[in-house]
């Protein structure tokens, strides 16, 4: 999986990087179609300080997109967020996809 990191008002470093590889592997775990991802990590100076980090990851699947964006005051639990919200979908979708065929009961 490519993994793409942007930013906006930061430098990306090597153990930011690491910790989002971390995180994706998760995802990975529950479905493995993942073809690429692509983060986005923000510091906003405008807003509310409890709430001016932001990661935002899109997750393209073979069909699908999945896009979730977290905000806190530490970059590094907005990642962690941000990782939780995209495996809840990921799982979701998997589901979906597996219950597909399996909808119809026979009596």
């Known amino acids: ?7 906006h008002h930061l430098e990306v470093t090597p153990a930011m990087r690491t910790h989002l590889e971390a995180g994706l592997a998760k ?3 529950h479905f493995d179609h ?3 991802a692509s983060a986005f990590l923000i510091i906003d ?3 509310e300080k409890d709430l001016r980090q932001t990661a ?9 997109e999945i896009f979730a964006q ?8 907005a990642m962690d967020a941000v990782v939780d919200k995209l ?3 990921v799982v979701k979708h998997k ?3 597996q219950d597909h065929h399996h909808d119809k009961h026979f009596e």
């Not at 977290?70 to 639990?77: I, K, S, T």
């Open 1 to 7: 999986m490519n993994l793409k990191i942007n930013s």
């Open 27 to 29: 995802v990975r775990k």
């Open 34 to 36: 993942v073809l690429d």
């Open 45 to 47: 100076n405008t807003k």
């Open 56 to 64: 935002e990851i899109t997750i393209h699947l073979k069909g699908k």
């Open 70 to 77: 977290a905000h806190n005051a530490d970059l590094y639990h």
């Open 87 to 89: 495996e809840r979908q």
């Open 95 to 97: 589901e979906k996809i």
